[in-house]
């Protein structure tokens, strides 16, 4: 089900990753706020075809807890964790997206529904509140050098609230080229505990590129330049990587 991938497949078609610095293996951020290094090299490297990595730490025992059930002859616990197993797959699954191309083009960071777009003090603010139904890989929203990651402990609030935005736990990579600069918050909610970042400062970003994911239902914030021209408004759905937040006023 998880077969080997070459190296050199962890974009999406049609997009050409420039060469960036040596890449250490990715941080993984948990919810106490401790952190450790994994096996797991970032996104650029990687191609996940269906479902995200990630899914086995959950997808493993449950699958093991499900065939032992069966076996001892416990059909309907069986029948439960089996169905769970599914869900885990459906949870972590990991399309593939077409990525619109040309300048100044800002994509969606995460599937979800538009909760709030608001003028802050660093620019306009829009946040992504994702379902437990939601594709939880986030993306990229534009091309450039992470030139920063920090993360911070916090609360957890529901994911919808607009308090998650200033006091949940959150991980924010800072992201600029020579046109912008946008800042991506991956926010944890109250089912959401752990927060999972695949880039480390000085990594090269294509648009719509793989960057992280968080699990179980979380918020995602993206603060972009106040002269960015929204294409979105409160209430729709966007796709990761696929659908245009903004266009930069110069670029048009």
Known sequence: MFPEIPPGHGRSPGLTLPPGPPRSRPLHYHYNGTRRRTGVRPSASIRFTHVAKDALYFLTPLVAAAAAAVWLGWTTAGLVLGVLAVYVVFFFRDPERTVPSGPGIIVAPAD?????????????????????????????PV?????????????????????????????????????????????????????????????????????????????????????????????EKVRAGASVIAIMETAS
Request: contains cysteine.
């Open 112 to 140: 979800g529904r538009l909760v709030r777009i608001h003028p802050g003090p660093d620019g306009i603010e829009v946040s992504i509140f994702l379902s437990l139904f939601d594709v939880h890989v986030n993306r990229s």
């Open 143 to 235: 091309e450039g050098r992470v030139s920063g990651v920090e993360y911070r402990k916090g609360s957890f609030h529901a994911a919808f609230s607009h308090l998650a935005s200033a006091e949940n736990e959150q991980n924010t990579l800072t992201i600029a080229n020579d046109d912008l600069r946008v800042t991506c918050s991956q926010i944890a909610g109250i089912v959401a505990r752990r927060i999972v970042c695949w880039k480390v400062p000085g990594d090269t970003v294509a648009r719509g590129e793989r960057i992280g994911l968080i699990r179980f239902g979380s918020r995602v914030d993206l603060v972009i330049p106040s002269s960015a021209r929204l294409q979105v408004r409160t209430g």
